[in-house]
């Protein structure tokens, strides 16, 4: 005998006239417990422990023109990244280190490879945090000038290893694979751990997915430092988002990863809401408004693929994560628009707009953004108020 749907415990409850109150849907299962980790602070933001996963990118500017790489920190600032690693990689650019500190409204991570004096540049100039691997400095006279400095400004220090840059005799006994990514960060681990340091963020970059992931899962074996997500070099935006999506998705719906970034071939402030996108499809962070939009068919009578565009940009401006349907027909719209805040079905020459499911208005084409827009805002009021 077939189970009575409508007595089911997962069966949807009618919608009800419009109250207020969010629909009664099921809630999406939950992932995986994020993996335990130590909790690392850079500057206002913390890494792992129980802190939400933070957002990064870097900046493309020559680091010397504090001006112009300042400009570009705010851009990303504005976008929602949370956190900007930026190349000091000459004396010019340690020398604009202070500057930039001074201007900056976000965490600065001061990205070093060879010369040990322009990690210390960063650190006396008060930035947050290095990305220093300290293998690469070779003198370890050096090294503990960098870590006993570091130390006392309790400044975290990030490895990070990419497949491309192993070192030789790694390359020799592992070759280029998650087993060589894993043994050179362990090996720069060693090293800071020997000198009592242990604020330490850690990424294992390939540009495979396949090869990242697994560096990172066999890495979690080994460690409880947080965790720095990325696919380096990535590619162009389309590549490069599919790829980063994939990778990243995959490792923080398993619960491991404490900060991410987007490594897109394109301006770095692509990359933020790419990030942020990551993270709010798996219920991690919530950001902005979230659209579902109906791919278009057939059946639509009205220019759904130019009206869910418009809908992007008139929301962009709002950082509430109100839910919003922009669907084409009567088939899938009212139930698209039930799980919504606010949802709009199309029709010809007209739309519907719906509050949770429940439909509160009807306008001609021309009118929908404005209609939509205002019942975004009412939403926003009733709420999400915290964001006006």
Not at 41 to 70: C, E, F, R, Y
Not at 71 to 84: F, K, M, R, S
Not at 267 to 296: F, M, N, Q, Y
Not at 309 to 338: F, L, Q, R, W
């Amino acid at each position: 005998m077939k189970p009575d749907i409508a007595s089911s415990e997962t069966a949807l409850p009618p919608v009800p006239d419009w109250s207020g109150v969010a629909p009664r849907v099921p809630a999406p299962p939950p992932l995986p417990p994020r993996r335990k980790t130590r909790a690392v602070k850079v500057g206002n933001v913390v890494i792992g422990g129980d802190a939400p996963v933070s957002v990064q990118s870097m900046t493309t500017t020559k680091t010397d023109d504090w001006a112009a790489t300042l400009d570009q920190v705010e851009q990303l600032a504005a976008a929602g990244c949370e956190i900007v690693r930026i190349s000091v990689p000459d004396a010019k650019a340690a020398a604009a280190c202070k500057k930039i500190k001074e201007g900056a409204n976000v965490p600065l991570v001061a990205d070093i490879h060879f010369d040990h004096r322009y990690a210390l540049a960063a650190i006396e100039a008060g930035w947050d945090k290095l990305r220093l691997n300290p293998g690469n400095i070779r003198d370890p006279q050096k090294v503990r000038e960098v870590v006993g400095a570091a130390k006392a400004r309790v400044m975290p220090i990030r490895i990070g290893v990419n497949l491309g840059s192993l070192a030789p005799d790694i390359i020799e006994r592992y070759g280029r694979t998650p087993a060589g990514m894993v043994e050179s960060a362990l090996r720069h681990i060693r090293i800071l751990e020997e000198l009592d340091f242990r604020d330490i963020v850690v990424s294992l970059k390939a540009h495979d997915v396949r090869v990242t992931v697994a560096a990172y899962r066999e890495m979690a074996k080994h460690v409880d430092y947080p965790f720095h997500l990325g696919i380096t070099e990535a590619g162009t935006t389309r590549t490069g988002t599919v790829k980063s999506s994939v990778g990243l998705g995959m490792l923080l719906a398993e619960g491991i990863g404490d900060t991410i970034r987007v490594s897109l071939a394109a301006d770095p402030v692509e990359e933020v809401p790419v990030c942020w996108e990551i993270l709010k499809s798996l219920g991690l962070r919530e950001r902005g408004v979230e659209i579902t939009a109906c791919p278009s068919c057939g059946r639509v009578q009205v220019d759904i693929l130019r009206l869910a565009d418009a809908v992007e940009k008139i929301t962009a401006e709002y950082k509430a994560p109100v839910k919003v349907a922009v669907m084409g027909c009567a088939v899938n719209g009212p139930g698209e628009a039930s799980m919504a805040d606010v949802g709009i079905a199309g029709g010809k020459g007209m739309g519907l707009l719906y509050r949770d499911g429940v439909m509160v208005r009807s306008l001609p084409e021309g009118k929908l953004l404005d209609g939509l827009r205002e019942e975004i805002e009412k939403v926003i009021a009733e709420r999400y108020p915290q964001y006006l």
